[in-house]
Every structure is written in structure tokens, then in C-alpha cells.
């Protein structure tokens, strides 16, 4: 960056001062700091008001990992700086009918598992479906941003599912809806910034002197801007022998109120292991020293694929262009087959089968381009910040799974478990409001865990002790063996004593075979019905599928003894909560 001096009205000092920021910046920054100065300077004074001339905008979205949420607060900040005043809700927060209200509506959501919205949204997507209940909406504009994930067969289902029905109810498109994959910062980029074209405005008027929510704190941290912390400790809590282990780490905290409650998790920014980056390299017949670029910035290859790209999955652009590279016949046909053709290959291929199989010598900026990024991965803090202020605690057990009969271990599992005492993780806060306490102290808590599932719940009892609040608490926990596998043992016996913990149920599968998790709550049913009637709260946390399985059994076990559908009513009074993984 150049300056003429003679171009600006500044001093030589505020210029300095101006260009040394401005070095500093990255390109988000850079763009969102040129809109903030924009609307001050047409701004007469603090009594400016917010309120533009456009219409009100509700931009609603669903998410498990963020990605939707911060999409909508960038939406939101790009109206505030044309003067169109606009609300971020939550889908969980939304109901329908509250629409009939609304003129303009713009939906962000993800798709998860097998075609489902994000956990939270599913009372809104069902009471949307229902036709005694969904209303008529005839007087709205819509749009839809559906993030998914191609390799998967659903791919952005819920995201089409919503299109669909909002137009069925008599609603009309704003623009089109755009269909992301895992890559999907630009493509939604370009999407919001035709979103902003489409919503009718007269002149912008002038804003308030109050940065936007996406950019109001220069040191927030997110996936783009991560914090970076030394590791501790790392312990293994479980059998040595075990072969897929839990660990316990602790990360040192250096900074004054991280935005972390109990119930939140970090997002943590793993590295590829040396050994795949080097196969990479080697298949591509590339050198890691290459310069190239991504997301603006300029780097070694080895550093591009070491943090910044998957090299487990491929994607359907790297398939296109290893098909293009190759000139095979085999790769073209799988291409021009179309998308179920494609994911069934990619189901049988990770990337350096494909590599192997099918020798090329791709260019280093296409391959860092069609790559799919490296996505975080999200751990539940095990501990609660005003407890232990100066420490993060994970629970983290290594993920392993078969693929084309070999043995996989998980990125994030396997980085994380091979750290030593002095390494760094980059990591960022991500907010998970639905698994928080409810706000009624009185309310008992029944505390469902499966494994690492543990984790919050150990920072949930650490709060409840530290705050002295008297909460009815049931813990139900379950693991492989009780001498090698009771996660936290101490700690729990320790809060049972105290009175924190009213109850503790265990279940240890290889020890008890024939025992599941929903069985300490079914063989006290009677307690386990009164808390209920009494308000209180389910939390369920672990593996997908077997806390599915025990929800199941206790939805039937309540609607037999408190009446059919009751258990919908928990979950619409939102005294259910899931962390499923």
C-alpha cells in the first residue's frame, strides 16, 4: 500500500496511524470497516436513528456449527449499511405463524444426517408442515440459502424442503435459492449480494454510530480468526489398551472473558498428520514449498494442505478435475454420469486413492482450489470458565472407523490425542445456547451421557457447585467398563457427596451386556415421572444413534403414563436438549 500525502486531509501522525491499521487488516475487515465509516459519514449525529426506509427483513437461520448463523449476521450488516432495519432469529425461535406478520423473509440453513435440519429447527419445520397448522402466506417474499454437505445423498434437503413448502403456502421467491456445499463462502457471497439487489429501498438513510453484531469486538474470535493456546495437559482417562482411547487435555487460557458458558463448545482448527501431507505431495508429484493462495493469502503448499484442505474426502471438483487432468474414460463416465454416480465412487475413494489410482500432475493452485476446506470440529468444554478461568478441558475420545477394509482414524480425534505438553491448537468459542441451564433455578435437570458425552455435564456441575445453586440433579452416564472407563469418576462421587448431585445411575456395556442407557430411568420410573411433573429439563449428549435409542424408549415410557404426545409438549416448552454427535 502506497499513500500520497497530498491526497488526505490527515497529519502526518493520524496517518500513520490510519496506514499502520490498515496493514493490519485482513480483506473481511477491510470491506466491512469501508461500509461502518460509509454510514458515519452520513450520519448527523448519535441520534440517528437505525430505521431505514425498506421494509423490515427477518433473517432466520439453522445451524449445528455456526456457518448459518454468522451468514445471517453479515446479511444483517450489509441492510444496516442501506438502511433496512432487519432482525436475526434462530429458526428454533421462530414459529411460523409469526410470518403472516413478516414481508420479506431470508432463510440460512444446514442440512444434517439423512436430510434433517439442524436439531434445534425441527419444531419449526414440523409445525410448518402440518397443514391444520402452517399458515397462509401470501404476503411473503422469500429466500433460501441451503448449506449442505454433496458427498452425502440428501444433500441440502432441508434447505429445499423449506423452498418448497414456503412457496406451497403462497409465498414468493425474492430470488431463487442457492445451493451450497462444504466450500461455500463465495457462492453465498454472491447470493447475499444479490438478496441485497432484490429487497426494495429508497435512498439509504442514515445509520446509527454503532458497529454491526457480525464485527462489533476487534478481538472476537471465529473460524477465520482463531485463537491460539498452548496444551497443558494431556491425559488418557480411560484403559491404556483401549483401542479407540479417551483423553483428557487442558488448554491454557491467557485471555480475560472468553465467551464460553457451560454447554458451549470450542471449535477446534485440526492439522492434516505430516505423513498423509507428504503422500499428498508425492502423489501430485508437487513441491511443498510451491507458493499459493488461500483465502487471499499467500503460502507454502505444504502449509495449504497441512491446515487449510481435506485430504480425506474429495468432493465432486476434484473429481471433475482429476477426470479432466487424467482424460481417463473410467473418471469421465463416473462425471458425466451425474451426482449419484459420482457420490457412489466417492464413497469408495478418499483422496489419495483417487490419486494413486489415477496418476496426474495437477497445477498447485487448481488442487488447492478443489479441495474441500478442512472443516473445525466441535468439542464440548468439559469444564466451567468461572470455575477455572484460565483453562480450556476436552474430552476427547479417538474416532476410528472402516473404510474399504482398512482401518480410518478421525483428523481432529488423532491431532488432538497426538499433542504433547507445548503445542499449539487453534480453537474459537462457538455458542450453543440450546444445551445451556435453564434459567429457573429450580428447575431439576436429568442429565442423559453416552462416553465423551460426559464433558458438559462435568462443566455443568462444576457451575452448579460454584454458584450454590440448589438444582435437583440426576446424573445417568454410560461407558464400556466401570474400573477403566467411569470418565471423571472423582469428580462425580465427589458432587454426589456434597448434594450437588441428587442421584447417579451408571451403565457399563461390556460389564452389564444386557443393560441400556434409558434402563435406570425406566427401573425408576416413579421418581423419573415426578421430576418431570415437577419442570424438569432432559439434556441428552454422546452418539447420535444411541441416544436416539434411549429417547425413544422414554417418549414411549411418558406418553404411556402422562398421556399421548406429552413428550412433544417438552420439547415445545424446550425442556428437552440434545448434543448429538
Not at 442501506?82 to 421462530?94: F, K
Not at 457451560?262 to 513441491?287: C, H, K, M, T, Y
Request: charged fraction near 25%; include cysteine; proline fraction near 7%.
Amino acid at each position: 500500500m502506497t499513500a500520497q500525502a497530498s491526497a488526505h486531509p490527515f497529519s502526518e501522525t493520524q496517518w500513520r496511524r490510519i496506514h499502520a491499521l490498515l496493514e493490519d487488516l485482513d480483506e473481511r475487515q477491510v470491506l466491512w470497516l469501508s461500509g461502518y465509516l460509509s454510514g458515519r459519514s452520513n450520519a448527523p449525529g448519535p441520534s440517528a436513528q437505525t430505521t431505514g426506509s425498506g421494509p423490515a427483513v427477518l433473517i432466520a437461520y439453522g445451524t449445528e456449527t455456526d456457518n448459518s448463523r454468522h451468514l445471517a449476521e453479515c446479511l444483517k450488516a450489509q441492510c444496516a449499511e442501506h438502511g433496512i432495519t432487519a432482525d436475526v432469529q434462530d429458526l428454533a425461535s421462530v414459529r411460523p405463524r409469526q410470518l403472516t406478520k413478516r414481508k420479506h423473509l431470508v432463510v440460512i440453513v444446514a442440512t444434517h444426517g439423512d436430510g434433517e435440519p439442524p436439531e434445534p429447527a425441527h419444531p419449526f419445520f414440523e409445525e410448518l408442515a402440518e397443514d391444520a397448522t402452517a399458515p397462509k402466506l401470501a404476503g411473503l417474499r422469500f429466500a433460501v440459502l441451503a448449506l449442505g454437505d454433496s458427498t452425502y445423498e440428501h444433500f441440502c434437503t432441508a434447505g429445499r424442503t423449506l423452498d418448497v413448502r414456503l412457496e406451497a403456502l403462497g409465498g414468493q421467491r425474492l430470488i431463487e435459492r442457492q445451493e451450497c456445499d462444504v466450500d461455500f463462502e463465495t457462492p453465498a457471497r454472491e447470493w447475499l449480494a444479490k438478496v441485497m439487489e432484490a429487497l426494495p429501498r429508497e435512498t439509504p438513510l442514515p445509520v446509527a454510530n454503532t458497529p454491526s453484531l457480525a464485527a462489533s469486538d476487534a478481538r472476537a474470535f471465529d473460524k477465520q480468526h482463531p485463537l491460539e493456546t498452548e496444551v497443558l495437559v494431556n491425559q488418557c482417562l480411560s484403559a491404556p489398551g483401549r483401542a479407540n482411547p479417551i483423553h483428557h487435555l487442558e488448554l491454557a487460557l491467557d485471555i480475560p472473558d472468553f465467551p464460553a458458558a457451560p454447554g458451549d463448545a470450542v471449535g477446534v482448527l485440526a492439522d492434516n498428520p505430516p505423513q498423509q501431507v507428504a503422500a499428498v505431495l508425492d502423489a501430485s508429484g508437487l513441491s511443498g514449498e510451491q507458493p499459493v493462495v488461500v483465502d487471499g493469502l499467500a503460502q507454502p503448499l505444504v502449509q495449504a494442505l497441512r491446515q487449510h484442505r481435506d485430504l480425506t474426502l474429495p468432493g465432486g471438483r476434484l473429481l471433475a478435475y482429476w477426470a479432466e487432468l487424467t482424460g481417463e474414460a473410467k473418471l469421465k463416465s463416473v462425471v458425466d454420469n451425474g451426482t449419484r454416480s459420482q457420490r457412489a465412487f466417492l464413497r469408495r475413494h478418499q483422496v489419495l486413492d483417487l490419486m494413486r489410482r489415477h496418476p496426474a500432475r495437477p497445477d498447485a493452485d487448481m488442487l488447492v482450489d478443489v479441495l474441500r476446506p478442512l472443516q473445525p470440529r466441535l468439542y464440548d468444554l468439559a469444564n466451567s470458565l468461572d470455575v477455572e478461568e484460565d483453562t480450556l478441558h476436552l474430552t476427547v475420545k479417538r474416532f476410528q472407523y472402516e473404510f474399504e477394509g482398512r482401518v480410518e482414524t478421525g483428523i481432529a480425534s488423532r491431532y488432538l490425542l497426538d499433542l504433547q505438553p507445548g503445542d499449539r491448537v487453534r480453537l474459537y468459542p462457538h455458542r450453543n445456547a440450546r444445551f445451556h441451564l435453564p434459567d429457573d433455578p429450580r428447575a431439576p435437570l436429568i442429565l442423559v451421557a453416552e462416553g465423551t458425552g460426559i464433558a458438559p455435564y462435568r462443566a455443568f456441575i462444576q457451575h452448579l457447585a460454584r454458584t450454590g445453586r440448589h438444582t435437583p440433579c440426576w446424573l445417568v452416564f454410560a461407558e464400556q467398563r466401570f474400573e477403566e472407563d467411569f470418565l471423571y469418576q472423582l469428580a462425580f462421587q465427589e458432587a454426589r457427596r456434597r448434594g450437588v448431585l441428587e442421584r447417579v445411575d451408571t451403565v457399563f456395556q461390556v460389564d452389564q451386556p444386557n443393560r441400556a442407557l434409558a434402563d435406570p430411568l425406566l427401573d425408576h420410573a416413579a421418581p423419573f415421572i415426578d421430576w418431570l411433573k415437577r419442570g424438569a429439563h432432559l439434556y441428552f449428549c454422546g452418539d447420535k444413534d444411541r441416544l436416539g435409542d434411549t429417547e425413544a424408549r422414554l417418549r414411549e415410557a411418558v406418553d404411556e403414563r402422562l398421556g399421548a404426545g406429552h413428550w412433544k409438549q417438552l420439547s415445545k416448552a424446550k425442556r428437552l436438549h440434545r448434543n448429538l454427535y
